[in-house]
Structures are given as structure tokens and as C-alpha cells.
């Protein structure tokens, strides 16, 4: 089978049916099956184009990362779950009901900040304004180091004050 690149699929079919197993085994929906097994593809024309000796099996390479891919999913799907349910759980926020038109322009403003950052910075500063998590508690949920968190919220909160400040809404 060619890939995109003209060379030859690295997986045989056999291998692609053993990656499919594994991820499903592994409680990957149906829906995602084929993503696995491009993100094999991809590692193995990683490993090629840096030079790197093919795996000896590569069924069996192949299988112990479809595994890993499957445990990264389900730790993946668990975080984004808990973190949906925690925000769920949180009282919705009417502006109207606290300042009027003032207060409207103020969460706009926000609003707009807030798309305005990079994923990373936005997930932390919600998580913690928003979501009222703790930082050891944000590191836990996002399997990073505290002082990452630590450095994301100071790095977003002083961008959000600079954009606040110089649409004038501070």
C-alpha cells in the first residue's frame, strides 16, 4: 500500500488489523480506530526520516505503542470529563443581574481576551478564576508540573491585564 509521500505503508495489513484490536481492546471507540493507526504510521516515518533502525518486530512495536495510544485516550477523555463536570457544576454568571450594560462590556472584553490567548494559558486561567481549582489541583488535572501552571497563569494574567488595558476596560 503507498502513502502520500510515494514510499510504501510501513504497517503490513495484518499489523493494521492487530493496531485496530489492540485500540478497541483498549476501549477506543470505532470512530477513532483509524487515528491510531495514523499516529503509528506517522512514528514509524518519524523514526525512518531521523535515521533510525525499524523496529525488529514491528507488529509487536506496533501493538505496545497502539496500547500506549489507548491509555493516553482514556487519561485524555477522563481529564476533559471531570473538568466538564466541575465547570457543569459551577453557578452560570448573568451579568445583567450584576452592574447592567457596565458589566456586559466587561465580560465582552474579557471574553475576548480570553480567545485571544494560547490554549494552554486560556485552560489554566479558566480552570483557576473560573473553575476555582487550586494550582496543585490544575497540575493534577492536566498531568503538568505545578510550576508550569504557575508560569502559564502569570504569563496569561499579565497578557489579559495588557489587552484589558489597552482597550481601555482598566
Known sequence: ???????????????????????ALGGVPRSDLQDGVQQIRLRLL?????????PRDVGAWAAVVASNLAADWHRARGRFERTAARLAALKVWNPESQGGQEARLLALAV??????L???????????FYADLTVPQIARELGVPE?????R??????AM?????TDEVV
Open 111 to 116: 471574553a475576548e481576551g480570553l480567545d485571544g
Open 118 to 128: 494560547p490554549s494552554a494559558q486560556r485552560q489554566v486561567l479558566v480552570l483557576r
Open 147 to 151: 510550576g508550569t501552571v504557575k508560569s
Open 161 to 165: 491585564r495588557e489587552r484589558l488595558r
Open 1 to 23: 500500500m503507498a502513502v502520500a509521500d510515494g514510499g510504501v505503508d510501513p504497517l503490513a495489513p495484518a499489523q493494521v488489523s492487530r493496531v485496530c484490536a489492540v485500540l
Open 46 to 54: 518519524e523514526r525512518r526520516a531521523r535515521g533510525e533502525e525499524p
Open 153 to 158: 497563569l502569570h504569563t496569561a494574567a499579565r
